[in-house]
């Protein structure tokens, strides 16, 4: 008797290879959409010139990296990575920082807008005082 060793050769397999590709995320052909980045900087990044391009976004990655740190480890090397990024950039660090500070607003604006301060609290009740009125002893 003759053993099957695969079912490659089956008519399912086309349509099995397919479903597998899709299952994973594979496409066909097709350049994949998560390499092409689109946030603050992406415009910036690609206007920088090719030599400093690299070292902008290694020091990019450091930033965000350390941005997660604990806060007593994040400030020092915050200022640090600053400083790197203004000896890399140069004149164009200006540029940088005005981005930065607009993309920092824009998410503080969006943290404010999620944190809605609690209702102010009611007013205390307010007593009412009842006057004695003298009595007038008639005689």
């Not at 400093?52 to 020092?76: S, V």
């Not at 200022?79 to 164009?92: N, P, R, T, V, Y």
């Amino acid at each position: 008797p003759r053993q099957q060793d695969s079912n490659i050769n089956s008519p399912m397999a086309p349509r099995l290879l397919a479903a597998l590709l899709l299952l994973s995320g594979a496409s066909l052909g097709q350049e994949d959409v998560k390499k092409t980045k689109s946030g603050p900087f992406s415009v910036f990044t690609k206007q920088l010139p090719q030599e400093k391009r690299p070292a902008f976004l290694e020091l990019m990655k450091k930033m965000r990296l350390t941005k997660q740190m604990p806060k007593e480890q994040k400030k020092g090397s915050i200022q640090q990575l600053d400083a790197e990024i203004h000896k890399l950039l140069g004149d164009d660090y200006k540029n940088y920082r005005s981005i930065a500070e607009k993309a920092r607003s824009k998410k503080q604006g969006k943290l404010d807008a999620a944190v809605v301060p609690p209702p102010p609290p009611p007013p205390p009740p307010r007593v009412v005082k009842k006057k004695k009125r003298k009595s007038s002893s008639l005689r």
